[in-house]
């Protein structure tokens, strides 16, 4: 029984090594392709990692790539953010999602906020998941060795800037830990797409044939309010919503 | 040695001789000579006026009597002399009247006075004058009514003030400035004067020059007559058409003051000569209109971005930070100044790297016209927002204009100006999003390039943070700790509370003291048993409630007990198991296994009973 059980977990070992070495050869096969120009193989090999239900953003970043090249504008957008969202705080990431989405058609006027929420906005946005987690870890690992040196080294309580030092960790943590909290439950509860499709009608209903309100071209970003059968509820950053077929579009 | 005494000496020489140069230049002369009137009846008197003005002394000076028999009489003359310094040199004049009475009917001239001075000779202009007949008419003309005086005096006017158009030239191109002057031409005196008209100039765009105060007067001597003349307005036209163009008329009043015609022989004429005494009479003047001929510019040499610049410029290009920041604003200040129509003038467009956002130039324009052209400059400052880091070059900007002095086209270039943009910190405003979409058209920039970095391949949404790893990694440490600190604060309650300590061990001593009152069970030596069994039960009561050894008495625990509030019933049961333990070991030696065991029995149930209980 017990042998059995060690077996099945070294298999799952080896099919989970060997699906991660395909995956990168997969990977460096695309990467291979674009080189030399072949941006239909590069995003075959690419798409292929993603179908292995393996990621990180460096393969989402290139397949961005490869289809920005190939002129697919809304495939390009919609891998650079989910490159994006696995690495907000890299530059090229950054940098061609916005060459991207300056070639897009539509432009939603945001309305206008206060400089210093944008800018706390921003601020809130900015870190990566990692780094605020691994932040928030240590700062939690300093707080609680910092605390129980106390029961341990009776003598520290009497250390100066002992008491600041642990409740400064504390503090800190906790900030860290809220803003991680917050961005995990929006990560969380939050879903985004692409307009994949040169140009979608957004109706009033997830029918055919319902109330066209307006057009959206491929590459813009929506929030997904909610899924009913092969529609999506889409909200706009400016505040429209309204209905679009699932196929036209892209998770993030 | 030689070459450098030669050096020496050239310059004081080279001054000498300007010096002497100048001093010839003193001893010339200016003869001026002037009539009181180009017309003059026959027998009436006439003036003539000889200036002679020059630097030297003149006491020698005599000049020559004209001769005038031919029409005239001489019939006396006056002299006077006058000296002054101005501007440090000293200036000496002398003026020699003479007097002759008309004899002749016709037009003659008077021929040049000359005058000599150390062997030179300066002569005066010729001057025409007319002889008329109509003398006898004048007594009875002063007889009538005060209408012919006016007539005459109009009559006069004509001839004795006007206004002229003066151009400075007739033939231009279009753009080129011509200067239009008025010019009042006066023999009387003229107090006051007032524009009655702005005249229109449809195919020109006009400058007007601005006049410090009252314009300044000049002589001028005309056909033998003296003439006061002053520029009343002044006007640059900057033709904007080509073809025949005229400059409309401009008409001034002017307010003159006349004399009275009287007797001359009256004792009081010298008296109401006085300007005092005269009266104001105001003339309409108008200028004569002047046709211009508008040249077009010459096709050949123009340069495509001309726009219609003509003058004189020169252009300045500026910017006020080479090293910015992205979205940081520069600005980029473009001057051209110079001579010719600033106003219409215009700047084509610069070409701007594709990244920058451009904003509509500020144009500011300063035109002097107080000197003697027009003058002045044209700002244009461009407000540039670099959107993208990296090494910029703003191509040379030109200005092409038609060079009048040349007569040909001219490109002035200046710039090729290098702008470093560095990163800026605010990602916020993703700056090209702004952009419009034909900007965006313009945008060479590429995508950055595939990253080659062959990192790990994690399953698709499986995050750290998501996994049981991350939980156990956040919980963990505070449990362990939390566990600690209970575990920590019990020891420190077994070493510090002894009736704690007791209650904790009284199970364990009780437990004990029971399993060896169950072998003494077993190996059938009922006195051990039951010592061991009360021990057991009056050990743990003791302990759990506390109890000195020394009050370890059925009496004082069964108290005690009591006083926890043990219910009665229990304490019964307590009391006669002790009892029974103590009748079976002391009276009766040898009892039945059935009640030891019973009796064992009974202790472990009192036991937990109580260990709820306490």
Known sequence: MKKRLVFIALFAMLATQTLADEATTYFVKGNKAYESGDFAAAIANYEHVISLNEENWHLYFNLGNAYFRSNNLGRAILNYERAFKLAPENEDVQFNLEMAALQTTDRIPLPPKEAYLVLLENWFNSPSFSFLLYTTLILYATFILGWALRYFVPAITGAPFYQFFVVTALVLFLFFASIFSLRWYNQATKQFGVILEKEVNVTSSPTTGATELFILHEGTKFQIKEQASQWLRIRLRDGKTGWITAESAGRI | MNSKFIQKIIPPIFILLIAMAGLLSAAELQVTATINSNRVAVDEQFTITLQVVGGGMMNSIEPELPNLDEFAAYTGSNQSSNFQFINGKMSTSKTITYYYIARKIGSFTIPPIPVKLKGETFASKPINIEITKSTQPQPSQRSNTGRAPQQQASTDVKDNIYLKTIVDKKKVFVGEPVTVSYVIYTALQVTNYSFRNKPNYGDFWSEEFQSKGSPQTSEKIINGRRFLTATLKKVVLFPTSTGKKSIPPQEVEAAVRMRERRARRDIFDSFFDDPFFGRTVNHILKSDEVELEILPL?????????????????????????????????????????????????????????????????????????????????????????????????????????????????????????????????????????????????????????????????????????????????????????????????????????????????????????????????????????????????????????????????????????????????????????????????????????????????????????????
Request: hydrophobic share 35%.
């Open chain 2, 298 to 614: 010459p096709t050949a040499g123009r340069p495509r971005d001309f726009s219609g610049s003509v003058g004189r410029f020169s252009m300045t290009t500026s910017v006020d930070q080479n090293t910015v920041k992205t979205n940081d604003a520069i600005t980029l200040k473009i001057v051209i100044a110079g001579e010719g129509n600033i106003r219409t003038m215009s700047l084509p467009k610069p070409k701007f790297p594709d990244s920058f956002e451009v904003y509509d130039p500020k144009i500011s324009e300063k035109i002097d016209r107080s000197g003697a052209s027009i003058k002045g400059r044209k700002t244009y400052e461009y407000l540039l927002v670099p959107r993208e880091q990296g090494q910029f070059r703003i191509d040379p900007i030109t200005f092409s204009y038609f060079d009048l002095n040349e007569k040909r086209y001219k490109t002035l270039s200046r710039g090729a100006m290098d702008i470093i943009v560095e990163k800026g910190d605010k990602r916020v405003s993703s700056p090209a999003r702004g952009l419009s979409k034909s900007e965006v058209k313009l945008l060479g920039k590429d995508i950055r390039y595939i990253s080659l970095e062959n990192e790990t391949f994690e399953p698709v949404g499986e995050k750290f943070y998501n996994s049981l790893l991350f939980w156990f990694l956040l919980s963990g440490p505070i449990l362990v700790f939390m566990s600690g600190i209970f575990y920590r604060q019990h020891q420190e309650k077994l070493g510090t509370n002894i009736a704690y300590a007791r209650s904790r061990k009284a199970q364990k001593m009780a437990n004990r003291q029971l399993k060896t009152a169950h072998t003494a069970m077993k190996a059938g030596d009922v006195t051990l048993f039951y010592s061991e069994l009360a021990r057991a039960l009056t050990a743990f009561a003791g302990n759990k409630l506390n109890v000195q050894e020394s009050a370890l008495v059925r009496d004082e625990l069964i108290k005690a007990l009591r006083f926890r509030g043990i219910e009665d019933e229990l304490v019964q049961s307590f009391d006669s198991v002790l009892q029974e333990c103590d009748f079976r070991r002391f009276a009766m030696p040898d009892a039945p296994e059935t009640a030891m065991e019973t009796a064992y029995e009974n202790v472990n149930t009192l036991i937990v009973s109580l260990e709820k209980k306490l």
